[in-house]
């Protein structure tokens, strides 16, 4: 088995606008019309028992009580949360390494619950201009495990390929 290796990695900073201070957010978020305050209380432990910062958690646009009169969770809004994440990250590592779209043989993307189509995979080979003959696959749907799957399967591809940049 040969090795290996990570050469880099990115991690996606939200913009600071979208830092949310859990108080404000209760206040916020007791104007929308889904509010009912036992399910205020319980989000609240949920995020005092998960080691969350009370005081400095982000949240998207479309779900932060400071923006959203009401939250939205269409595919359409998720899309546009994908796409910020996942192309800031892409834009950041392609930036960092040096390496330019045409370069990169494959494409792997995994995402816990959002499985949208066209595949999120899709949207970073347009948004990006990878190759036409990228190898693409794009996990979803198993939860939290669909990470460590994800690993794994990069290790497996670059076992087995020849160029190898992923």
């Not at 088995?1 to 108080?23: A, I, Q, T």
């Not at 009580?65 to 994440?85: N, S």
């Not at 834009?91 to 330019?100: F, I, M, R, S, Y």
């Not at 749907?141 to 992923?166: E, H, K, N, T, Y």
């Amino acid at each position: 088995m040969k090795p290996v290796y990570m050469l880099d990695f990115s991690v996606f900073k939200p913009p600071e606008e979208y830092k949310l201070n859990h108080d404000a957010g209760i206040v916020n978020a007791s104007r929308w019309s889904m509010y009912v305050e036992e399910n205020a209380q319980f989000q609240l432990k949920v995020v005092e028992k998960s080691g969350l910062n009370r005081d400095g958690t982000y949240l998207p646009p479309a779900i932060h009580p400071t923006f959203a009169k009401e939250p939205k969770y269409d595919m359409k809004t998720a899309m546009v949360e994908a796409e910020m994440v996942m192309g800031g990250v892409v834009a950041d590592l392609l930036e960092k390494t040096g390496v330019k779209p045409e370069q990169v043989d494959i494409l792997i993307t995994n995402c816990s619950i959002f499985c949208p189509t066209p595949s999120l995979a899709s949207m970073l080979i347009n948004k990006f201009k990878f190759r036409r003959d990228v190898q693409s696959y794009n996990l979803g749907g198993m939860g939290c495990s669909i990470g460590v799957v994800a690993i794994g399967l990069v290790r497996d591809m670059l076992q087995v390929s020849q160029a190898g940049r992923v």
